[in-house]
């Protein structure tokens, strides 16, 4: 994980999340160096991913980053209400949220141009796809069956999943393209794409309500 990346878009990340490396080494880096949460480097329009490059900040690149960002911010509200109300997804998104730190690091490392060092360092595990996976089915086992699609609604921890599962698929499209030029790997398109059932999505044959899953739990 990159520590760069974590001083750069997050201000600090609690380090107990047991899937990913991102919560404990952004805990480390607070006692490295004092955060200024601004550099004035950006401000014509132009800031640098980790290879390096000076970029737009409107570029794909950036709205992949920006995007993913926001659907971690989604999670987060989301997690709140579920923790809140005592649902047990809270932990599964706060797990998300960690990854998604990783993804950031991955997507800000164009793996086509950066030094063999930062992209050994941005590497993303395909581990944390099949464990999310794991995670889906578990939850996907104790639903039953449903054969119409559901209009966002039933609460506040139910609303605010359904915003996290429209956001995702939006920075999926983002990130899609940058896929396609070999700049991410295709185990970060498959996390985010994974990351709509965990905070619950349509699938071939029916479409998991969060509704109907945090308020059965």
């Known amino acids: ?57 409107d570029g794909a690149a950036f709205e992949a980053l920006g995007t993913t960002d926001e659907l971690n911010s989604a999670l987060g509200v989301a997690g709140h209400f579920c923790k809140e109300e005592n649902h047990d997804v809270a932990q599964s998104l706060y797990e998300i949220q960690c990854i998604l730190q990783e993804v950031g690091s991955h997507i800000a490392t164009p793996r086509t141009v950066a030094t063999e060092k930062k992209l050994a360092l941005t590497t993303f595990s395909e581990a944390h796809v099949r464990n999310l996976e794991k995670e889906i089915n578990k939850m996907d086992d104790q639903l039953p069956q449903l054969t119409n699609f559901i209009i966002p609604s039933g609460g506040k921890s139910s609303c605010f999943l359904h915003q996290a599962r429209s956001i995702c698929r939006r920075a999926e499209r983002r990130v899609l393209p940058l896929y396609r030029e070999g700049q991410v790997s295709s185990d970060v398109v498959k996390f985010i794409n994974r ?23």
Do not use: N
Request: proline share 6%; net charge positive; hydrophobic share 30%.
């Open 1 to 57: 994980m990159s520590l760069h990346f974590i001083r750069r878009f997050c201000i600090r990340i609690p380090s107990a999340c047991i899937f990913s490396r991102a919560c404990s080494q952004a805990g480390e880096s607070s006692s490295q160096s004092r955060l200024r949460i601004y550099t004035r480097t950006g401000d014509k329009g132009i800031t640098s991913d980790f290879a390096g490059q000076r970029l737009p900040k």
């Open 195 to 217: 990351s709509v059932p965990i905070s619950l999505r349509y699938l071939p044959s029916h479409l998991i309500s969060p509704h109907h899953y945090t308020t059965s739990h």
